[in-house]
Every structure is written in structure tokens, then in C-alpha cells.
């Protein structure tokens, strides 16, 4: 049996398939956990969330920035859906829309598994974050999206503020600090105060702005962490954290990491030759 998490896939689906078949992967005895943001950018994002969806008795998903955004967008009337890129609008549009919405809200933001002792958040956590304070952060917004009430948070939830994560954030403030800090943090300074334009690679940054894993001071988890949804970090693997965006729909791979294995195991396959990175780079 073999466990292995997926980067961002981005509507990447024939680099998906081809993984996959690299992988071997028989859910007779395998598991999958993607790291989020299965849609948006790569051209088939509405047969990359039937492929998971029908794959969901043998894998978990932590939700992306994009994946909620297209459950934003899905709150929104028709007319105004109408509007969006062709992409999603295959995705808003579908017969079985509603059934692919109702389990993409059920989702996760943050997965652990104490046996494997691997964590999985699409971005990160917030620097002063135990484990146990990061799932309970996490828990609270999953059980706000699987409820009735999630109307309420998905049309209030964008926005850059609150851009700290703070205990003392109550009600819409507060879930949206984490879902801030779990699903669009790569940058934040010693406070864990996240900057939302710093978008490059390490050394890029202005001063006083530190990748969310090097802050100083930043809680020390007994646990490894795998994560996606920075490209321009690329692959990388130090201070417990696994990132494995490596950049798929922008040219570059689509990368599994294998979790049950004692040596770090990376199995990637290359982009399709017709994706490149657009002027105006990530987000």
C-alpha cells in the first residue's frame, strides 16, 4: 500500500492521468491526497473534479484558494457566473454541478494522520500555530462550509483582511484569517502578518518579509508538512515542510511525494508542451 500527495493540479487532467498511471496507483490498496487547487488555469478543470470526485473513497483534498473560489463563484446568480472564464463556466454550467459542489465543500483545509505523522494544508500555517491549534482553526471553517450557512462565508470570503490570525477574531473576520493563512500565505513578517503580493521565489521578497516557514520564532510541529500552491518555491523540502507545487499548468510538472516511505520519494511527469506562464505570473 502506498500513500501519495499530489501538487496543484489546476485543471491539468491529462498530466493527471499520466500520473497516476506513473504512480501505478491501484485503489485496491493506494491513497491519494491532493494538496488543493484541482481547478482553474489548465483547460479541463470540470473533468479533473470528476476524475477526483469518482476517487473519493480512496483520497483526501484539502481545498485550495481556487477551489474556493469557484465555490464563491457558485453563490453567485447566473447571470454573473455567465461572466467567468470558460473554464469554470464548464464547471458552473454542468448537470452534475450541484453534486460536485456539495463534495468539494465537504473537503478539508487541513488533513493529519497521526500514524503516517504527515500534515497537509494547501499553503501553510500560521506561524505560531500548534498542530492542535491549526486543526482547530481548520475545523471550525470546514463545519461552516459543510453546514447550511455556508452561503454566508462563501460570499464573504474574499478579501485581504484579517491578513493576521488572532485567537481574539470572532465570527466571518476569523474564518477568513484562516482560510487566508491556510489557502494564499507564501509570505508573512516576524508577527505572522501575511503579505499578499510577494509572489516570488525566496530572495525576491522585500525586507522584513520571510517565506511562512522561516519566520523567526515560528512554532516548531512534530510533524512533516506537505503543502502546494507556490510554483515559484518549486519543489522544495526543509524545516518539516515538503512543498510540491512545482508549476504544472505553468510549463513545468505535476509532482506526487510519497508519504509512507522512509526516503523522500518524488514521482513528477512534464507539462503538456502548450502551457506556459501569462504575462502577470501566479496567484
Known sequence: MATYAIGDVQGCYPELQRLLDKLRFDPAQDRLWFCGDLVNRGGQSLDTLRLIHGLREYSVVTLGNHDLSLLAIAQRRPDAQARVNPELREVLFADDAPVLFEWLRSQKLLHHDEQLNWTMVHAGLAPLWTLRQ???????????????????????????????????????????????????????????????????????????????????????????????????????????????DTGCVWGGQLTALRLDSEELQYIAVNAEPYRKRPPGGED
Open 134 to 244: 491549526a486543526q482547530r482553526a481548520a475545523q471550525e471553517v470546514e463545519r461552516e462550509l459543510s453546514s447550511p450557512h455556508h452561503p454566508r462565508l462563501l460570499r464573504n470570503l474574499f478579501g485581504n483582511r484579517p491578513a493576521l490570525w488572532s485567537s481574539r477574531l470572532q465570527g466571518l473576520d476569523r474564518q477568513r484569517a484562516t482560510i487566508n493563512t491556510m489557502t494564499r500565505m507564501r509570505y508573512c513578517d516576524v508577527n505572522g502578518r501575511i503579505d499578499f503580493e510577494a509572489k516570488g521565489a525566496p530572495g525576491t521578497q522585500k525586507a522584513g518579509l520571510y517565506p511562512w516557514f522561516e519566520v523567526p520564532g515560528m512554532r516548531r510541529r512534530d510533524t512533516r508538512i506537505v503543502c502546494g500552491h507556490w510554483s515559484a518555491l518549486g519543489r522544495f523540502a526543509g524545516l518539516g515542510v515538503h512543498a510540491i
